[in-house]
């Protein structure tokens, strides 16, 4: 990690990671991170600004976060230490257990215990890369506000109004969502089938199923509640609502691909979601309880996301001119209904 990174964190307020303070494995392992983040990167700007280069590292801390920011002219990516050991060990340890998915072989649980925590993490990378490819960091410097996106600290400046802070999550969900798509189910396959939900479905169902599963499980680690009433005083839709707004993004990214219908897909994203309750009851020790995602897929929740929907129709001139690589096709077009 370079100069740069480290007077970046010094300005956000976080501590660079210390390689030299890590593991032999866990050394390996952060190597290995910067360079998939590093090369995904690098592949992304070779289509959209060739060249465009965003520093990227990790910062020390436990707790699951990230941030990006344009700073000084420059775009970087933070993640902490504790996407890695968080969701490391929580999707190994799920798959410890033969009393959990019980229809991947014995020989396979390593490799599958690895891939959701390969999906999850890279999830994690690819929204802040949403963040700055999308302009929302270089909008924060346009407003002459923070020049920090970060997932666990909102921002009380008020220049940015709250539901345009939730608009801004909402659209690089967005962006993650589909290009983990891309990773998760059109690249990288999940290391067997679950024969059920293919025959069902067709095939990629599995695939599709565990992508929807690592994803939602890293929003199950806030367990927090859908809270409709106090939305507009968070800069962050709740962790249940950005769920559902990933559960419609994923449906339309395997719909547009040719994949699978709408409507099959969000069944076999549901599939997944369920499962992931199953690996945070047995990471957290507590009973399955999906009472918060079913709460903000209720009517009130459908209505709340539509808002932001609205409110991204009217951000989206502001943040096109502000886009890496120019102006892009629309994600969604929604009405101006009011």
């Known amino acids: 990690m370079t100069d740069y990174f480290d ?25 290995d991170c910067l360079g998939q983040f590093t090369t995904y990167a690098r592949l992304h700007a070779s289509t ?27 775009d970087g990516v933070a993640i902490s230490w504790g996407v890695v050991t968080t969701l490391r060990q929580a999707f190994m340890s799920a798959l410890i257990s033969p009393d959990y998915f019980t229809w991947i072989p014995t020989e396979a649980r390593d490799d599958a215990a690895t891939w959701l925590y390969e999906c999850s993490k890279f999830f994690v990378f690819l929204h802040e890369l949403g ?20 997932e666990i600290r909102a921002f009380g400046d008020g220049t940015l109004g709250n539901l345009d802070r939730q608009t801004m999550e909402m659209d690089a969900d967005g962006f993650a969502s589909a290009n983990i798509f891309n990773l998760g189910v059109a690249t990288h396959k999940f290391p067997t089938n679950h024969k059920g939900i293919e025959e069902e479905f067709g095939p990629g169902a599995t695939q599709l199923a565990m992508v929807s599963l690592a994803i939602y499980f890293v929003f199950r680690l ?13 800069a962050h839709p709740s962790p249940p609502l950005r769920q559902l707004i990933i559960a419609g993004a994923l449906a339309a990214a395997a ?15 549901f599939h997944g979601m369920t499962a992931a309750e ?14 918060a995602f079913q709460a903000a897929a209720s009517l009130e929740g459908g209505k ?35």
Do not use: M
């Open 304 to 338: 709340y996301v539509r808002k932001l929907l609205r409110r991204w129709h009217l951000l989206r001139p502001q943040l096109d001119q502000l886009k890496r690589g120019g102006i892009l096709p629309p994600t969604q077009e929604i009405a101006d209904d009011g």
């Open 222 to 234: 806030f367990d927090a509640a859908a809270d409709f009433d106090d939305e507009e005083k968070h």
């Open 7 to 31: 007077r970046l964190c010094a300005a956000a307020g976080v501590i660079p990671l210390d390689g030299n303070c890590l593991s032999v494995e866990d050394r390996q392992e952060l190597l």
């Open 131 to 150: 963040h700055v490819w999308n302009g929302h960091t270089s909008l924060l410097v346009q407003r002459g506000v923070s020049a920090f996106i970060e």
């Open 255 to 269: 719909h547009n691909s040719g994949v699978f219908e709408e409507k099959n897909a969000r069944q076999v994203i």
């Open 48 to 74: 959209r600004k060739p060249g465009h280069e965003i520093e990227i590292g990790f910062f020390d801390a436990p707790e699951v976060n990230a941030f990006a920011a344009t700073w000084h002219g420059q």
């Open 278 to 291: 199953e690996v945070y009851a047995r990471y957290s020790e507590k009973p399955i309880d999906g009472a």
